[in-house]
């Protein structure tokens, strides 16, 4: 399945040097995350994230790399609380309004693609093989409350994407993003579905 491709670099960043007693666990943590991840062990960098955050939770820095954790494990409804929480911390922090509107389209993309659905009480699940359709030729179905979900997903990709390029208007891909930000709207507006989904 096709995911959002990046438009601009998402890194770890380094936790910044504060007075707490607890920094220099916290970069530790911090920097045993990023080895896990250079190797792919998400699973590992997430335990490290979490515990640096246990130890100091009012630093941005852990929340955001928590976050990219979170989306490169394919965790995008923890990715996106992450990526809230580091927003809340930081307002003004651009790459973490570009971050969470990558993992929104992520969302979107599994839940086009039958990966993931909205159950009847509201929540995100993921389907079991045997609720895939092994047969190409078989139409998938999107549902009501999948096409809402996707609606309004998409409306918060446009509105982070914004917010990315309000943060940071001398960015070097602003160009792109304003061009990935109409091609959003275009699709939000258009009536026609896509030939892979079938209507309900």
Known sequence: MKKALLLVSILFISVVTTACINNL?????????AAFMEQGNYTEAIERLKSSIDLDSSLY???????????????????????????????????AYYGVAVV??????????????????GLIEKLDDNDIADDEDKAFVVSGKTKE????????????????????????????????????????????????????
């Open 104 to 121: 929104e389209e992520d969302l979107i993309a599994d839940l086009n693609s039958g990966v993931l659905r909205v159950n009847e009480e």
């Open 149 to 200: 979900y996707i609606k309004s997903l998409t409306e918060a990709a446009i509105k982070n994407y914004e917010l990315y390029l309000d943060k940071n208007p001398s960015a070097a891909d602003a160009d792109d993003v304003q061009n990935h930000i109409k091609d959003l709207k275009q699709t939000l507006n258009s009536s026609s579905t896509p030939a892979s989904i079938a209507q309900e």
């Open 25 to 33: 666990a916290v970069q530790e943590l911090n920097n045993k995350a």
């Open 61 to 95: 820095e852990s929340h955001y790399n928590l976050a990219i954790a979170y989306t490169k494990a394919e965790e995008y409804q923890k990715a996106i609380s992450a990526y809230e929480k580091t927003i809340e911390l930081k307002p003004d922090f651009a790459e």
